[in-house]
């Protein structure tokens, strides 16, 4: 059996919903600065932060934003 994600926001409440499928693993909060949003996310050892440009946000989904999240993560070292 597949299961198919289906992607249903944009702009900040995909935002909002990628920061809970981080949440299912991590400790994680973001907050809006002057051009971009700021993720920061904390494991078991260390606290990290990514940040994701606002133009960004506005016209990606939850499924892309949780994607470049992942990977901006395994870049700083917080493998998930």
Do not use: P
């Not at 400790?27 to 960004?56: C, M, P, S």
């Amino acid at each position: 059996m597949s299961h198919t994600a289906v992607a249903a926001y944009t702009g900040e409440k995909a935002l909002k919903e990628a920061v809970k499928l981080l949440g299912k693993h991590y400790q994680v909060a973001y907050r809006e600065l002057e051009t971009f949003y700021e993720i920061v996310v904390e494991n078991h050892v260390r606290t990290y932060a990514v940040g994701i440009d606002i133009k960004d946000v506005q016209k990606a989904n939850e499924l892309e934003i949780y994607s470049s999240c992942c990977s901006k993560l395994e870049r700083v070292g917080c493998l998930l």
